[in-house]
């Protein structure tokens, strides 16, 4: 008899379905230690079913979590990725994880979150329980309209108060009769000795109330590892060390994914739990994919659509550009251009840019231009958002829209920036303060300051500290702990090595949220239905919780209204050649000087780069573009274009060139 006659074939047990409801990324800023991408990524590949984001009071890290499942749908055909919220308050009501069941329940959420963040200060959303069923007083003020419910279409996990028993039940018994059927409460084993207790007493409070326990681990980070991430930002945010950090930090290191196997252990004496992750997540129709864009018409009341209004404004503007005639080349650029941008439905977003240039250029004489990308557009051209004639220089309009490529397009207009905030005060009061945000920067921790306060935490002293920072790691480089030797330091020190490995992942975590420079989401309806709205230094300012890149990934059309300090030094120079020598010059009139159709020698300019006389002279006045100038000795547009490419981090990380 054969080996494989007597043993048979090991019995294969299906892996339960679980899914995590309950997750904490570092968007809750200072209080996860994982990204949002690590979270979905891990959760894939342990096999869960679905997976849920819900940072404190914010969507702020949402989009980066909606990426990553797009991105490896592939992998994991049948993976959910759910958008949710845990609202703490400042009331002292337990913590509650809403999840909005559809569309319309997303942007109740959204003005939810506005709410507080208008109430609390910067970083620090303010929000009471009445809020959330629209009681609140800046719900009855802020909203048009009857107050609104913002829990209709919402559903609930209550976190319990293990401090406060009595609150959870009262709360959860509030939130049970003003949303029936739509409550759980979260079972969380905590690992202290205690949790058969724990869980009995979760599940009978549930009971009594009609609701039902929800298995669940608060994950925190998505591998044990990441405990001691967890500890060093907990203790950044505390300002404490770890040494006297006590009971403010976890217990031990359980608050990771855990593999839906290990979940169906924990609660194998209430495999309901476990189940009704699945009957809570096939509740939620709702996706971020759902959020479809609606950019404002841009119609001019004279019956034409937005596409027509292009067309006309752009055919008028070809007849100035071109007075002698418009040629066939330019002919079927702007139709191939206009054939495009009337397929991806653009049409608005370039009326808008063109209103605002109009009115900065002729109302208020302001000089701007646009720039990147929007420079190889013929209808740009014609239109006045560029100076630069696409059909007298190299360009590919493919850079800037195509077909094959599912992103918006991205037209950055450059303004004076003694004068920019008239333009900014012109969008707000064309849109109005409701339909206008600016998008938010996400300031990270760089190698500098992650060493510095991973330092503190350790209670490593301030002198220790600034030695640290002249070893010059860089934002790019790799942290080599051999260096320390220089410093009389023991390299080998355990203590010192888990340091720098909590320095590792903390580069790249993000801080706060900050403003953008100029970069405007504009929308039909409420801004605060789309996307939560945050406090800015200036009241006549609103900001969104998503950044540039975000907004790209959804699809969200930006118009970029950014400051340039040489425009304001062009003005001055305009003016002064107009007072002392009665000349009249204008952008385009600098351009013609490379065709050798201007009115000066363009060579004594070049000359002057080939000795580094370039101080106050944008783009090329830096250490590094001087060092390479005279080598590169450029005698046309073109060679600056290659010059100031080459200059830039990039190429020199990657030892593609070198400047010694």
Same mark, same amino acid.
């Given at each position: ?5 007597q ?39 342990a096999g ?35 958008v ?38 910067k ?21 048009h ?20 028993w ?99 252990r ?38 034409? /659509? @937005?596409?027509? $209004?292009?067309? +006309?404004?752009?055919w ?9 005639g !418009? #040629? %066939? ?66 360009l ?6 195509s ?5 918006p ?10 004068r ?18 600016? /998008? @938010?920067?996400? $300031?990270?921790? +760089? ?12 209670? !490593? #002293? %301030? ?38 490995e909590?320095?590792?992942?903390l580069r ?23 996307v ?54 204008q ?52 060679d ?13 990380q ?7």
């Amino acid at each position: 008899m054969s080996l494989s006659a007597q043993f048979p074939e090991p019995i294969k047990l299906a892996s339960p379905h679980y899914a995590e409801l309950v997750t904490t990324s570092n968007f809750s800023f200072l209080r996860g230690g994982s990204h949002p991408e690590e979270l979905v990524a891990h959760a894939m590949a342990a096999g869960m079913t679905a997976l849920g984001l819900c940072d404190r009071n914010s969507f702020a890290g949402v989009v980066r979590g909606y990426g990553t499942a797009r991105d490896n749908k592939e992998m994991s055909p049948d993976f959910r990725y759910l958008v949710g919220v845990r609202l703490v308050f400042a009331d002292g009501t337990p913590d509650i994880i809403a999840y909005p069941e559809d569309r319309i329940a997303y942007g109740r959420l959204c003005k939810l979150l506005t709410i507080g963040n208008k109430r609390g200060e910067k970083g620090n959303p303010e929000l009471h329980l009445k809020d959330l069923f629209g009681l609140g007083d800046l719900a009855v003020s802020d909203i048009h309209g009857p107050p609104e419910d913002f829990s209709q279409g919402q559903l609930f996990i209550l976190m319990p108060d293990e401090a406060n028993w009595g609150l959870t039940e009262k709360t959860l018994d509030h939130l049970c009769r003003q949303a029936p059927d739509r409550v759980w409460i979260a079972g969380v084993p905590r690992f202290d000795g205690h949790d058969r207790s724990r869980l009995a007493r979760v599940d009978a409070l549930a009971h009594r109330h009609g609701a039902r326990m929800i298995a669940s681990n608060d994950a925190y980070y998505h591998q044990p590892d990441r405990s001691i991430v967890l500890d060093v930002v907990t203790c950044i945010r505390e300002h404490v060390t770890l040494e006297e950090a006590g009971f403010r930090l976890s217990a031990n290191a359980e608050r990771h994914l855990k593999l839906p196997e290990e979940m169906a252990r924990l609660f194998a004496d209430y495999p309901d739990a476990i189940a009704q992750t699945q009957v809570f997540a096939g509740r939620i129709r709702f996706c971020l994919s759902q959020l479809k864009y609606n950019y404002p018409e841009e119609t001019v009341g004279n019956g034409e /659509t @937005a596409q027509q $209004t292009l067309e +006309r404004l752009t055919w008028e503007g070809a007849a100035k550009r071109y007075p002698k005639g !418009v #040629s %066939d080349a330019v002919k079927r650029s702007l139709w191939t251009e206009l054939c495009l941008i009337g397929f991806k439905g653009y049409a608005a977003y370039f009326l808008t840019v063109h209103d605002i240039v109009n009115f900065a250029r002729y109302e208020r004489k302001i000089l701007c231009q646009g720039r990147g990308s929007a420079a190889n557009s013929a209808v740009c051209f014609c239109l006045g958002i560029t100076e630069v004639d696409p059909t007298q220089r190299t360009l590919v309009f493919g850079r800037f829209i195509s077909t094959e490529r599912d992103e918006p397009p991205d037209i950055d207009v450059d303004f004076e920036h003694e004068r920019r905030e008239e333009v900014m005060q012109y969008v707000y009061q064309k849109y109005g303060g409701r339909r206008t945000g600016l /998008t @938010a920067n996400v $300031t990270t921790y +760089r190698s500098k300051s992650a060493i510095r306060e991973t330092a503190k935490v350790f209670g !490593v #002293s %301030d002198d220790t500290i600034a030695s640290f920072n002249q070893l010059h790691w860089g934002w790019g480089s790799k942290l080599d702990l051999r260096d320390l030797a220089t410093l009389g330091l023991n390299p080998d020190d355990p203590v010192l090595a888990q340091m720098f490995e909590v320095v590792k992942v903390l580069r790249g975590f993000p801080r706060h949220l900050s403003q953008h420079v100029g970069g405007f989401v504009i929308t039909r309806d409420s801004l605060e239905s789309l996307v939560p709205i945050g406090q800015s230094a200036m009241d006549s300012r609103a900001i969104i919780e998503w950044n540039k890149d975000d907004i790209d990934v959804l699809g969200i059309l930006k118009v970029d209204i950014l400051a340039l300090g040489m425009l304001s030094c062009l003005r001055r120079a305009f003016e002064l050649l107009h007072v002392h020598y009665d000349k009249q010059y204008q952008l385009t009139d600098l351009l013609s000087e490379e065709t050798g159709q201007g009115p000066m020698d363009k060579a004594r300019v070049y000359a002057m780069t080939h000795r580094a006389d370039t101080i106050g002279v944008f783009q090329i006045e830096s250490r590094a573009q001087m060092t390479m100038l005279p080598r590169l000795k450029p005698s046309r547009f073109y060679d600056l274009v290659i010059e100031v490419a080459i200059v830039r981090p990039g190429p020199i990380q990657g030892a593609w060139c070198t400047l010694t």
